[in-house]
């Protein structure tokens, strides 16, 4: 039987074209095969990337810190419920630093007598604008909006802006 | 039952395959401790419960009102250690006794697969307590990931699920501990044993004439059965002895001073304190990996013999190498934290290359010292060579993963253990 089948495919393809009926379709199951591979692939792909970690555009969350007076220049407040430190600068301007270390993620702490903030992790430091002062971490602390209305601080905490240095631009002011 | 049991084994066995020291029984041992890692595992699920706000609850309620709740657990606990450096030894054991040759190679790389399927069971089952230990450890782990090139921060918020840990972490957590991972560790390990069969049982040096073949019921089985006796007894001694930690329940506003990475990332934590995380978590250990995994493949010119460290020049070259590895990883770590730190000494360069390419330049040429002066000189075979290499991988990585545990305290500053 075998013999019988070879010897047929044989004769059915002759020519340039070599490619046989059987051979076809042994091509076919494989493409065919490759196809539902990758579907499945981007299946599981999509089921994983498309449920965690969705930015829902929720509308901005505030979270109210208090008036613009009672926080003095150069001060640090914490809110641990919002996860930031308001930090007012020299120049009067605020910022809402994360608390998240920028190097692996661990909590900043603000050191009022060293003027600093010093992750217990790897001593990374930063200063009260959230620029470095000590590597192992290279980027600047990460920063929620300010908006300033009525005499009020309020704090975004819906938006997380990362970035790798501070700057003047990223600092709200009392109008 | 016992026709099953000795289903598993081969009628014959040669006598010298049962010498304590051919494999220690390792393999065996690490089988047995995955079983009861299963049978203990699905017994904690019964009352533990994967949400940020009941987790930690859940593992309380355990040890204070369930009876034998802390022995299981800590037997879950010790078993993983357990099995985890079990696991280690018994491929240190395959590689020094050279079981990794010619039908075999498939059988290493499943090894390795194997491996490092253990470190990410354990390292899935460290976040579950959800205390103080585990959040910031994982916290800390993870972060590294995000350090990768191409799509690091993104396949680092996929298994996070988000920026930081949450109740997404928690779940994809807790399935890939109790679900994917023991599914596939045991599918895997299954298989792992049946190569061994089919590659004729353990690997043993040329035949001798004087070497018999012996029935594997009573000498093979009881010899099991006595190496399982004795690991059961000090691992419940252990659990007995010795609570699994659990501290004070998760807050994210605080973190742990220090925050150490789970104990067998240590080394490469270690690693991160002198490194870039470019460097340090992913081209340093993937070079590691590819190397081990290249190790059956290279073309050596004659075949292992079987004996450990392969000749009384291969164990010289090794013992050496050793003592060569300790040392410059030891100077290394000493001179990087106290003598000069690249990234402050040269504060206007980008940090990979201060704390990247300089410091590996220097070590390359230290490592390229004792090639020309030592290794060289020796006239190694290629084998023993590359024995040579996994030596000082081993040995160096075994310095910094004992350095990360007990010489860092607080704020991560190197210290005596009696003082952290």
Not at chain 2, 162 to 186: C, D, W
Not at chain 2, 257 to 270: D, I, L, M, R, S
Not at chain 2, 393 to 399: R, S
Request: hydrophobic content about 50%; some cysteine.
């Amino acid at each position: 039987m075998s013999g019988y089948l070879k010897n047929s495919v044989k004769t059915e393809t002759p020519g340039v074209n070599s490619l046989s009926r059987r051979g076809f379709f042994g091509m076919a199951w494989k493409g065919l095969g490759i196809l539902v591979g990758l579907e499945t692939l981007g299946m599981i792909t999509a089921y994983f990337f498309s449920g965690k970690n969705k930015n829902t555009g929720a509308p901005r969350q505030l979270l109210e810190a208090g008036p613009v007076d009672s926080f003095g220049l150069n001060s640090v407040s914490a809110f641990m419920g919002g996860r930031f430190y308001l930090a007012r600068q020299q120049d009067g301007g605020f910022i809402a630093l994360s608390l998240r270390c920028t190097h692996l993620g661990c909590s900043v702490s603000w050191e009022a007598d060293k003027n600093r903030f010093i992750c217990p992790c790897h001593s990374s430091a930063f200063d009260i604008s959230g620029e470095v002062l000590n590597p192992p971490a290279a980027r600047a602390l990460s920063y929620y909006p300010v908006l300033i209305e009525n005499g009020l601080v309020k704090v975004d905490i819906g938006t997380l802006k990362e970035r790798t240095r501070s700057g003047k631009d990223q600092l709200s002011y009392a109008p | 039952m016992r026709s099953i049991f000795l289903h598993l084994h081969p009628v014959k066995v040669s006598e010298s395959a049962l010498k304590l020291d051919r494999t220690f029984g390792l393999g065996g041992m690490a089988a047995i401790l995955i079983v009861i890692q299963i049978f203990t595992g699905i017994m904690l699920r019964f009352y533990y419960v994967p949400s940020p706000a009941s987790a930690y609850d859940s593992i309380v309620y355990l040890k204070e009102h369930v009876l034998f709740g802390p022995f299981i657990r800590n037997i879950h606990y010790w078993s993983g250690v357990f099995l985890l450096l079990i696991a280690f030894l018994h491929f240190l054991r395959v590689f020094f006794t050279g079981a990794y040759r010619g039908v075999r190679k498939i059988n290493w790389l499943f090894g390795l697969f194997l491996l490092l399927l253990i470190v990410f069971s354990n390292f899935t089952g460290y976040l579950l307590p959800w205390d103080q230990l585990a959040y910031w450890a994982i916290t800390v782990s993870t972060n590294i990931i995000g350090y990768l090139p191409l799509g690091g921060t993104a396949l680092h918020e996929m298994i996070v699920g988000g920026k930081e840990l949450n109740a997404g972490t928690l779940q994809n957590f807790f399935t890939f501990h109790t679900a994917l991972f023991p599914l596939l560790l045991l599918t895997l390990v299954i298989y792992h044993f049946w190569r061994v069969r089919k590659a004729g049982g353990v690997f043993l040096p040329q035949k001798s004439e004087k070497d018999e073949m012996v029935p594997v019921m009573p000498n093979l089985v009881f010899r099991e059965f006595i190496v399982a006796l004795l690991l059961l007894a000090v691992l419940f001694t252990s659990a007995a002895l010795f609570d699994a930690p659990l501290l004070e329940k998760a807050n994210p506003a605080y973190s742990m001073n220090p925050t150490k990475a789970p104990w067998y990332f240590a080394g490469v934590q270690e690693l991160l304190m002198h490194f870039h995380p470019f460097f340090a978590a992913f081209l340093i250990p993937l070079a590691v990996i590819i190397f081990l995994a290249w190790i059956p493949f290279m073309k050596f010119g004659q075949e292992h013999n079987g004996h450990w460290f392969i000749s009384d020049l291969g164990k010289q070259s090794s013992t050496v190498t050793a003592l060569f590895a300790v040392l410059v990883t030891l100077s290394g770590i000493l001179f990087n934290a106290w003598v000069v730190n690249f990234e402050i000494l040269i504060p206007g360069i980008p940090a990979i290359i201060s704390n990247g390419i300089i410091p590996l330049i220097i070590l390359t040429v230290f490592m390229m010292g004792f090639y020309l002066f030592y290794l060289k000189k020796l006239a190694l075979t290629k084998a023993e060579f590359v024995q040579a290499v996994f030596v000082f991988i081993i040995a160096a990585f075994i310095v910094l993963t004992l350095t990360g545990i007990f010489f860092r305290g607080k704020d991560m500053e190197l210290s005596f253990p009696w003082k952290i």
